[in-house]
């Protein structure tokens, strides 16, 4: 502890450090509180007791109160930050200018240029004696001049030059999006706020600004920013999973356990407590720090452990993402944890680049092995000279020439553009993406969402506005279609409806008057309750006087909602010593616990479940039917006496007396069907997945579009839905889940467990020719495991909690369904974007590395030089990729279909483009290398000696080459083979400046590049020549357009996903026999990638020339099985929900009491439904969660154990 301490101590300045150790006026120091916070259960309780008496004896030493909270005093906020520390973890270091530069240079290809350079240079000053030199072959003949002779050093120094251009562009775009990164993490931070009690208001302020001592409101979502002790609770249960790796949710309450630990979850519940430590001194900030001391250690060791081992450098990750929580280790854990699977694109781009790189190698090699045979023959075969020591430097020169001849093809061949490209594309559109409201998480969520052919999309607050509003009731045995006026009613009844509603919903929600005069009355808190406490004030009642008269203190036992109980209920006391409870829910969910009814005069009336029905078929059918919401307000006495056992839940909330049944509206955002007709267009299937009743949700699908009259198509509650997708042993299975999904459009009274089922079967399912790309929108912490399966989570900004957005790859902003719409826009922008600048790249690649080859096959020297080569290199990669990366999508995006996760990314058409173009720049180099000298009436270029001066015959075949590439790439902005390449390109601005840009340096690289360039200077009528044949590169882009693509079936596509499971059954079985199953829990995921890593470690060499500047910064290439997405990550694992949610309703089950229901009939939903024509079996569903499978081999899925277990 001691050192941890220290360390703590070493972020102050050195005048602060006198301060710590007394208290500064406050009656804990620093060391006291952090001491405290280690402790847990009984023996902090204990700790607190013996040093402070109680919590609000600890409350008077830091000098707040329980229920006012801090002053809003600056002085003593600043005196508390200068004590106890500001809530802010130092982030780590971002990597300088100069190591980014360092790894640039690690690239093998530029090491290989390098050292060629550097023994080119050595050797070109040593020079032979000359009356020997003749005898060493033709190495200085022709008229050269001695001051040519000097410049042999050029080229090798040129080559130099340009690697280091190539570094330092590289190096700085790698810094660019380090820099926009971090960007994006402060206005992730910045935005993430807290509910803290100041003056006895609430107020939200930035997390940064808790200071210890604060009173903050901590609810169930929240992600704690800070440690602190409970002061007072409602069933409050936290995942500490971030810190302890139990997944067990733990309850906390002042009487039992009251500590409260940074980065843990509130998985239920709600309550307030006193912080006790923030920032470098919170458990969360202390193995920050020690990780942070420990950071550099670490890397040297990770560096030698990957030399050793890919496996044990992983090993050592998971320490990292251990701890979840605040929004400073985002950054952190996006290096460290793996994040789904690689996505789609990179994983068509490793496999496309890997395939490149090969070929390219073999192509060199050969060269290189020709040149030098080619060499020896003719020297020592065929002129019979002998080798002579004096001419071993001169032989050696010729060697290395070719050998750099061979890198260049090399260079030239691997596409190292492609991460780049792949980067600048995504980080243009993810600022882009800002402004229409999507902030990206992870940069590969915004390609994957191109391909997007599903969303399942939650209800309230994303195809609704989210401003509920009570618009019909019945009271009294009444059933009114407007607000009913309160003099039709009887006080008792008011008297009751006000009390339970104003008592039982969360005291943080709030009616507030308008901003804006006339505006709408401001709702704060959960949205639902806000409409019930608005009919109050329509009902000319207030809840205000009823909560001073019982504040939150007074509240005998609460029963927060949860996604499970979908009910509400709080306890409060009753003057004559007997208890009152009111409950609050889903109505058919709180009338099947109702056993009397407030009648018209006030008085009880008995209810049977015949007048249940009734009451179903009149009041909730039609108002559901209208697209209301259904909420039941109940109430049940308790006599003074023997007090109830509070914590058997089941015998607390039964025998209710129904007050009320209310119908809560919920607009359709104006935008929304609109949207959904776009995604529609796009062919992309839009299901709602909501807790709703299923005519609710029904009437608000015809609403929105996502169900048209006259389809075919299934709305299912999340029981009938279970019911048609389990066997009889209640398992899972997939071939029943296909015949459902195709056709679900709307999943109402669904659990957290149904979203998640029905997203992974949607992801997992093989039915169709593609397998679906599937996103999903949700806000609430039940989501969670939900938006961690799917491809693409969209958490809500405005209404999300932060356990949504935590599993969350894109956030929208403004909490919009249309937002999604601009999502899929942009990811099909991006992928058409690296499509683009694959068409062009292939061609310069083709085209390059055959002039290349054949040209130093033939002529010994190849007409492209290596450092015109690694121009070109910098024309096709850099400037290409940002000129074609940063072209603007168009609403034209949307009118094709996706393309699905097995789409090639180099489709038939492309590739037809590709050929055809290379075919028209080969015939015209090879004519201008073989008859150009003649055509333009100059000296011949080929079979020049070792330094002679540049030639007007070479420079020509390099203009016009560049001239072709830059004509090509205007015709590389269109893919699908349209006619108009022109089209949109001034809305461009980029891709004009530097297609305009390339064209002028090419001026200066000819005209007065002389030697370093190998270039001779050109006269007018030569350029109007290279720019006439650059020209016909658009007229011969015209002619291959008219070739329809059908004729041509010879054509391969390239570029395929990685295959469907390249990780076999049988290899996981083996893997799994090598670790105990203990630490299988673990590490199920790890293992996978541990050994996609060393897979991809064979092939490192290759991969390295392409060094992805991608993965750097994002997230490590993951597993290449394309299948599935290992959810071990500690905030949700599907295990927890299992105990706790009955697959069928518990309030179906009254019958069955006694020992915990494990298997229970189904019997047949009473669901009004009529599209639902399924036979009602009656088949058996158990939640039985002892039988896990052990062994993970099954023919379904590889980790069938932990998904398919519920």
Known sequence: MGDMVNSSVDFYPKNQRRELNHAGGFGCTLAELRSLMELRGAEALQKV?????????????????????????????????????????????????????????????????????????GLSFYAPPSEESENCGNVQAGGEDDGEAEAGWIEGAAILLSVICVVLVTAFNDWSKEKQFRGLQSRIEQEQKFTVIRNGQQVQIPVAELVVGDIAQIKYGDLLPADGVLIQGNDLKIDESSLTGESDHVRKS?????????????????????????????????????????????????????????????????????????????????????????SVLQGKLTKLAVQIGKAGLVMSAITVIILVLYFVIETFVIDGKTWLAECTPVYVQYFVKFFIIGVTVLVVAVPEGLPLAVTISLAYSVKKMMKDNNLVRHLDACETMGNATAICSDKTGTLTTNRMTVVQSHLGDTYYKEIPDPSNLTSKTLDLLVHAIAVNSAYTTKILPPEKEGGLPRQVGNKTECALLAFVLDLRRDYQPVREQIPEEKLYKVYT????????????????????????????????????ILNSNGELRAFRPRDRDEMIKKVIEPMACDGLRTICVAYRDFSAGKEPDWDNENDIVIDLTCIAVVGIEDPVRPEVPEAIRKCQRAGITVRMVTGDNINTARAIAAKCGIIQPGEDFLCLEGKEFNRRIRN?????????????????????????????TLVKGIIDSTIGEQRQVVAVTGDGTNDGPALKKADVGFAMGLAGTDVAKEA?????????????????????????????FLQFQLTVNVVAVIVAFTGACITQDSPLKAVQMLWVNLIMDTFASLALATEPPTEALLLRKPYGRNKPLISRTMMKNILGHAVYQLIIIFTLLFVGEVFFDIDSGRNAPLHSPPSEHYTIIFNTFVMMQLFNEINARKIHGERNVFDGI???????????????????????????????????QQWLWCLFVGFGELVWGQVIATIPTSHLK??????????????????????????????????????????????????????????SSLYEGLEKPDTKTSIHNFMTTPEFLINDYIHNIPLIDDTDVEE???????????????????NNNAIDSGIYLSTDVSKTPTSLSSPVSPLHSMETSL
């Open 49 to 121: 007791q013996e040093t402070y008496s109680d919590v609000n004896g600890l409350c008077r030493r830091l000098k707040t109160s329980p229920t006012e909270g801090l002053s809003d005093n600056a002085a003593d906020l600043e005196k508390r930050r200068q004590i106890y520390g500001q809530n802010f973890i130092p982030p780590k270091k971002p990597k300088t200018f100069l190591q980014l530069v360092w790894e640039a240079l690690q690239d093998v290809t530029l090491i290989i240029l390098e050292i060629a350079a550097i023994i080119s240079l």
């Open 254 to 342: 002042v009487e039992k356990d009251p500590m409260l630990l940074s980065g843990t979850h509130v998985m239920e519940g709600s309550g307030r407590m006193v912080i006790t430590a923030v920032g470098v001194n919170s458990q969360t900030g202390i193995i920050f720090t020690l990780l942070g001391a420990g950071g550099e250690e670490e890397e040297k060791k990770d560096k030698k452990a990957k030399k050793q081992d890919g496996a044990v450098a992983m090993e050592m990750q998971p320490l990292k993402s251990a701890e979840g929580g605040e929004m400073e280790e985002r950054e952190k854990k996006k290096a460290s944890v793996p994040k789904k699977e690689k």
């Open 561 to 596: 909602f949860n996604s499970v109980r979908k009910s509400m209920s709080t306890v409060i006391c009753m003057p004559d010593g007997g208890y009152r409870l009111f409950s609050k829910g889903a109505s058919e969910i709180i009338l099947k616990k109702c056993t009397n």
């Open 728 to 756: 009889e042993k209640g398992e899972i299975e997939q071939e029943r889940l296909d015949k459902i999904w195709p056709k679900l459009r709307v999943l109402a009274r669904s659990s957290p467990t149904d979203k998640h």
């Open 808 to 836: 969350s790859d894109i956030i929208l902003t403004d909490d919009n369904f249309s937002s999604i719409v601009k999502a899929v826009m942009w990811g099909r922008n991006v992928y058409d974007s690296i499509s683009k």
């Open 986 to 1020: 001034f809305g461009n601005p980029i891709f004009c400046s530097i297609v305009l840009g390339t064209f002028g340096i090419q001026i200066v690289i000819v005209q007065f590049g002389g030697k370093p360039f190998s270039c001779s200077p050109l006269n007018a």
């Open 1050 to 1107: 010879c054509l391969k596509e390239a570029g395929h996903g990685p295959g469907k499971d390249e990780i076999t059954d049988e290899e996981l079985a083996e893997d799994e026999e090598e670790i105990d199953h203990a630490e299988r829990e673990l590490r199920r995921g790890q293992i996978l990638w541990f050994r996609g890593l060393n897979r991809i470690q064979t092939q490192i060499r290759v991969v390295k020339a392409f060094r």
């Open 1152 to 1170: 069955s009491e006694g020992p915990p229901r494990r298997r229970f009939r189904a019997s047949p939903p009473p669901s009004p439904n009529k």
